[in-house]
């Protein structure tokens, strides 16, 4: 059935009755929501000692993914992975999110709830409460999720706080979301154990919402999530820090399944391929032995906070070593910016 | 200069510049925001006493507006306004504004301010924080705006509690939004003073905000904005309170413009045009008189709740009047539904 055919509150009221069976009362956030879907306002009690922390982000049609290749309910997954993983490299745990979807009219009802799906099988994971939306017309396919969160407001996570004498970190390995778009724009034939892991860093990536809490525990302070790429992201933190980042190429983890099908470009597409969603943080070498006993995921030195700006690149050798591309700009696709 | 000239962080940088120039510490939401634009997420300490409400809405390209009638400054002005309007219509005071800009790269980076600047103008009525966004690249024009505020949680306004024997009462006049999409989308000549109020109508609408609250002084509880129309909206109440409400047509107050210029079709304007954003509310006659000393603008009772289920419209003689076309459905548009 099209939503054409069903209408917009009937398609409003499935989503409703989704999230609602979705609903545990055991996570804080599903305890103090008060008024979920159906009024004009979300609403829920605020959480003691606190604040709040607030993300919104988006998937648009033929921009962040195209419907001959991606599943509806990896859209819905990916939406709320992204916002999530923003509120992670905050330090916090996420809450409550409100949905804005812009729908063509002979969009089938059928791959709507694959979307919701897809973003309720993630909530559960974090207990994240759906607790609102709205949805609209559209001519191509757009999903909007903001997301709020939680944490402490002396243990925030931010770009500002790189300081010299820094190591610089990065959780997990690079480049697959990379990897993910060029199997899936290109219908690349590779195995299927790389064609899997490749489409899930790609469509599904998993946000670091645990990982987040114990860098905020050992004492991290600076963090920020890998969206537009790894140079790009550490330029953020040494703009708003006004330190220099210093990064040895080689020491970046490369994911497996680009080293070894992508041999050639694999570095390229970890230092700059962007949507990782891994967290990128800089802290002081006593710090950074405390994340390494706490987090179990790959942490890898790749690099340290010194005094300048911008972001150095050093090869094996110690060699300056250039990017012909280091991430992307919304409007300069194509052409992506050299910084 | 357009924005693919300017690039995604240049644009960025401009659009935080006007925020924090129009930021305003004396308002309750400056002084709690603790990071705003230019980090993951935004965050902001919490207000005692008081439950979080938060709303997402949007509008976009050739659905909700056309850029050959409609100013960028117009569009900034009522995506803050639609939501700040649910806000009110759950009892709330709007607080943060995160903001989802999807933009074709040829867009004029001077329209994009003027949007901010619409936007800003609005937000500084009421002490509202733009505390941070999102840009993309797309092919039409979207902004979808999802807005906080807080309220008393005993306090809020709901679309459930309406109760037989209360009185139907409406803010202001309706119908005018209906009559400005007619009057851009025909290109009418009207007088200058009837142009001017229809366009405000439709495009600037006023959020009843300070209206609202003195609502919930007065002891109103159930309230819902009118955003899809009189009928429709009247019908989200009689659903989620398990009423019916009895609406005599005559009563209904019709924006001036239309009665002077749109006679033939001026009722169903009023009770179908949607998107006036006055506050709908239901009470009990002695809650009515106070409502009646303490706000200002026009309040009119327009019927009854009752027993039942459902809309009713009765003409001046009593008689039911049947309403060819009762409001909006995103999916359904051209063919407008008929509850």
């Known amino acids: 059935m099209k939503v054409s055919e069903l209408g917009e509150f009937p398609l409003i009221d499935i989503l409703a009755g989704m999230v609602e069976e979705s609903r545990n009362d055991s996570m804080p956030a599903w305890q103090n929501l008060i008024v979920g879907i159906g009024d004009d306002c979300a609403a829920w009690r605020v959480e003691p000692d606190h604040v709040q922390i ?14 001959d290749t991606a599943t509806w309910r990896e859209l819905g997954w990916k939406v709320l992975a992204i916002n999530m993983s923003d509120i992670a490299a905050a330090g916090g745990m996420p809450r409550y999110a409100l949905v804005n979807l812009a729908l ?4 089938e009802v059928e791959n709507i709830k694959d979307l919701y799906r897809g973003m309720l099988e993630l909530a559960g994971k974090f207990g994240v409460a759906i607790a609102g939306g709205n949805i609209s017309r559209a001519g191509e396919v757009s999903i909007v999720l903001s997301l709020t969160g939680v944490a402490r407001e002396g243990r925030l996570l931010s770009r500002s706080v790189a300081r010299p004498g820094h190591q610089i970190a990065v959780t997990g390995s690079l480049g697959g979301s990379a990897g993910g778009l060029r199997l899936l724009s290109q219908n690349l034939d590779l195995d299927i154990a790389a064609r899997d892991s490749l489409r899930t860093a790609f469509m599904t990536p998993f946000p670091r919402v645990a990982e987040s809490l114990l860098l905020v525990e050992s004492g991290v302070r600076c963090c920020i999530d890998i969206s537009d790429g790894l140079v790009q992201d550490m330029g953020h933190i040494c703009e708003q820090s006004g330190v220099r980042g210093r990064i040895h190429v080689d020491r970046v983890p490369r994911h497996p399944a680009i080293t070894a099908n992508f041999p050639m470009d694999s570095v390229l597409m970890a230092l700059s391929g962007g949507e990782d969603y891994e967290l990128l943080f800089t802290a002081s070498p006593e710090t950074m032995a405390k994340v390494n006993r706490a987090l179990t995921c790959p942490v890898t030195v790749i690099g340290e906070i010194v005094e300048g700006a911008g972001v150095e690149l050093l090869d094996s050798r110690g060699r300056v070593f ?18």
């Open 54 to 67: 607030g993300k919104i982000d988006a998937l648009f049609e033929n921009i962040h993914f195209k419907l």
């Open 104 to 107: 063509p009219p002979d969009t």
């Open 322 to 339: 250039t990017l012909p591309q280091t991430g992307w700009d919304h409007f300069k696709a194509g052409r992506r910016t050299t910084k």
